[in-house]
């Protein structure tokens, strides 16, 4: 299979945050489990305008999200792309010209799940962790959950 230059490009901008990632993504199997929660969802958000920008945020998918959510406040926030004076922050690539906010969109979950895939805690088969976009305008992607705790240690790619 060919390798996608701007799935490549993500990916880098990606793995340079995968400690903080992976600590919070640990946090949310935490207290998921505890409350008793099965689904983590990971919701990818695209700006309309398909320039670049994108926010990463997890919600629990259970009875007990609502009150637990506001607990977790920020730290369910994973990645995010803002435009700021000098350029996107972080400097994320350029989608390729031409493509739509679907493509984008398309290309940036695939980028995710790839991603997150490898940072999930390596006990965390009892929960559900799912991508997906807020508007299901694209399917859930199930997340696999390292075997080993030694495969949660690096990003795939």
Known sequence: M?????????????AAHD??????????????????DR?????????????GP??????????NAFELEPLLGDRRHL???????HGWEPAVPEPPRGWSRDQLQEAVIDAVSTWLSALL????RAL???VESPDGSSDPRPLPVPDSPGKAGASAR
């Open 19 to 36: 400690d903080e990632v992976r600590e919070r993504l640990r946090l949310l199997d935490e207290v998921a489990r505890a409350q008793g």
């Open 2 to 14: 060919a390798s996608d230059p701007y799935a490549d490009a993500l990916h880098l901008v990606l």
């Open 128 to 130: 559900d962790w799912t």
């Open 39 to 51: 689904d983590v969802v990971v919701e990818v958000f695209v700006d309309d305008d398909a320039e």
């Open 121 to 124: 805690p390596a006990d965390g």
């Open 79 to 85: 990645f995010g792309v803002t435009w700021h004076e």
């Open 54 to 63: 994108f926010d990463v945020w997890a919600r629990l998918d259970g009875l």
